[in-house]
């Protein structure tokens, strides 16, 4: 697509609900190494705070559920990992109820016996963002692209003195965006390489590209090219009105990562119903028998 001139990555894939087969975000994991995945908050929040399938499904993240004090914080924090559960599951062609979430000391989510599977989550409103590697670490960020920023201190907080030079050359109607692009860039690089909101971000830079879709280049604080060790950077608008940033660490020489669940997850299978979120029986037995030719196609 024209709107995608220069980007090398996956383009974000928005998925609606448990009851859709996502047969791309394993052929995308496959060919790029790397997959994107939204959703938003009135697909996947769950109709039951209360549903035993819903605490199974969250694994050991049900204990930080329970401890949510508000019915709205219960389903934001409910839907995005279920959310994420379910992409992971899905790219990987294994049964959400296999996957067991966990964080790292750093507090990036990962799959427990799926080391070689990399994840980030990044959320703001209504919308969700996953994001899935085998190469290496990755972080994913998202923000309204209609929120007002510019002029109003944020480029002072996340830029430097070289970006807001920058900045100052664009046209002023493209000032805003350009600011967005890069927040979420830096947001995401920080995620990616653990440092969370450590990382000041005065003490790194990005190219600031007059496209929305120019691929965005790492630069030392002075404006000179950085040393970005074959980490890939991208932006993303999504159609919906939100802008989506993300940083890929390069594969290690010489690995070969693999594309199933098989090869990737331990024995250890749990099983979890899918009932607080599908509409029907007749449903949730479809829902049963896809997961499962899932789980077949990855074991094979």
Not at 103 to 115: A, D, E, F, K, T
Not at 275 to 289: P, R, S, V
Request: charged letters at 25%; hydrophobic letters at 40%.
């Amino acid at each position: 697509m024209a709107a995608r001139s220069g980007l090398a990555g996956p383009p974000p894939v928005r998925v609606s609900g448990f009851e859709e087969a996502w047969d791309g975000l394993d052929t995308g994991l496959r060919d790029s190494d790397y997959v994107l995945a939204y959703g938003f908050l009135a697909d996947w929040a769950p109709r039951d705070l209360a549903c035993p399938e819903l605490i199974r499904l969250l694994g050991t993240e049900a204990e930080r559920f329970e401890q949510l004090s508000h019915d709205e914080s219960k389903r934001r924090f409910a839907a995005s990992r279920v959310l994420l559960k379910r992409v992971a599951a899905a790219a990987l062609g294994a049964h959400p109820g296999q996957l067991e979430l966990a964080r790292n000391p750093n507090g990036r989510p990962y799959i427990r016996g799926c080391g070689q599977l990399e994840m980030s989550l990044s959320h703001t409103a209504e919308v969700m963002v996953v994001g899935l590697s085998r190469r290496g670490a990755i972080g994913v960020d998202v923000e309204s692209a209609k929120r007002s920023v510019y002029g109003r201190g944020l480029e002072d907080d996340v830029c430097t003195q070289h970006e807001r030079d920058a900045l100052e050359w664009l046209p002023e109607e493209d000032r805003n965006a350009a600011v967005i692009r890069l927040w979420t860039l830096k947001e995401a690089y920080s995620k990616a390489l653990g440092h969370g909101l450590r990382l000041p971000f005065h003490s790194f830079g990005f190219t600031t590209p007059l496209a929305a879709t120019g691929v965005p280049r790492l630069l030392r604080v002075d404006g000179s090219p950085g040393n970005d060790a074959g980490w890939q950077f991208e932006t993303h608008p999504l159609p919906e009105g939100y802008t989506v940033s993300v940083a890929v660490e390069p594969a290690p020489a010489g690995s070969r990562p693999q594309a199933h669940a098989g090869a990737l997850i331990d024995g250890r299978v749990t099983s979890a119903v899918l009932g607080c979120y599908l509409k029907d029986e007749a449903k949730a037995n479809a829902a049963a028998q896809a997961t499962a030719a899932e789980g077949a196609r990855g074991q094979g």
